[in-house]
């Protein structure tokens, strides 16, 4: 069934655990992240990003449908969220296309103006019954912007700034920069558990991990133990599902029907988002 993303970070944080948000392009991501899910027996959030939105000609909405339908007959709860929002049109869009939460990304802007403009979308997304997340310190790696040193005055968050941005902004969850990147496909990032433990006192709300492929098995299940409570993964699908069609097409040059190579693809992405959702639920904190 459709639930709502608020519902799962909640029950989540409640059992000191973390749900997995999968960032979806395609609608066999749609059907691979429910069949993961289902086959590990857990919740999921789906998560369409801005960028995938640009990717799909610009229009929200047909994926959006699609992914909707498919949470409404999956057999274990599914939340749509939309992801790395900048644009402020998109931004609006959320409520009609089934969300029920957003990510607003103003963490390229400065302290102050990302507080204010984070302020102004999360007093509108309550008023719209939505749940928001934001993003302050910098997680690097994201398309079109400049690559970010990971250890570079602001890069990572500041457990004093995010108390005050938090109470500023009164946002429902914080994505927090300690050390993981966006699109890495290698699994090799080191998070700063320590800054994750004085994030984790400083603040009441529910922290979320980005760029989570490129985090090793450990280091999630330390994450989680920390006080992670959402765990977004979206290149690790990607790489599943691109290795899988590349290596049916490399034996089957003959292959012609789309079917052959995106159900091949489909499955390695369905095994990868269980073998992810295993992990997450070996993990408990405190
Ligand atoms: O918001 C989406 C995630 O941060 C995904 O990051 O593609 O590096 O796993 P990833
Ligand atoms: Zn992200």
Redesign the pocket.
């Known amino acids: 069934p459709l639930v709502t993303t608020g519902e799962l970070v909640g029950w989540a944080a409640g059992a000191r655990s973390a749900v997995a948000a999968f960032?979806i392009i395609t609608l066999e991501h749609v059907e691979a992240v429910i069949a993961g899910a289902e086959s590990a027996g857990a919740p999921v959030v789906l998560?369409v990003?801005e960028n995938a939105v640009k990717f799909r000609y610009g229009r929200l909405l047909p994926l959006a449908r699609a992914a909707v339908a498919a949470a409404e007959h999956a057999d274990v709860p599914v939340a749509l969220h939309l992801?790395?929002v900048q644009s402020a049109d998109l931004l609006r869009q959320a409520p009609e296309a089934g969300f029920s939460s957003v990510?607003y990304d103003a963490a390229r802007l400065s302290y102050a103006d990302n507080l204010a403009a984070t302020r102004a979308a999360a007093d509108w997304a309550h008023a719209q019954g939505l749940w928001i997340e934001a993003e302050l310190g910098q997680?690097g790696?994201k398309a079109g912007l400049p690559a970010l040193d990971a250890h570079a005055p602001g890069a990572r968050t500041d457990p004093d700034q995010a108390h005050d941005f938090v109470a500023g902004t009164e946002v429902d969850a914080l994505a927090v920069a300690i050390g993981s990147?966006?699109?890495?496909t290698t699994r090799t990032a080191t998070l700063d558990h320590g800054l994750l433990k004085r994030l984790s006192a400083a603040l009441t709300v529910p922290l979320v991990l980005?760029?989570?492929?490129?985090v090793p098995d450990d280091g999630l299940v330390a994450a989680v133990a920390g006080g992670i409570a959402k765990v977004?993964?979206?290149?690790?699908l990607n790489a599943a599902m691109t290795g899988a069609v590349r290596d049916f097409l490399a034996t089957h040059p003959e292959a012609v029907d789309s079917r052959k190579y995106l159900s091949v693809g489909r499955d390695a992405m369905a095994r990868e988002v269980a073998r992810i959702i295993g992990v997450l639920g070996g993990a408990r904190s405190g």
């Open positions: 960032n998560q990003s992801d790395h990510m997680i790696g990147a966006h699109a890495m980005h760029g989570s492929s490129g977004n993964v979206g290149t690790a």
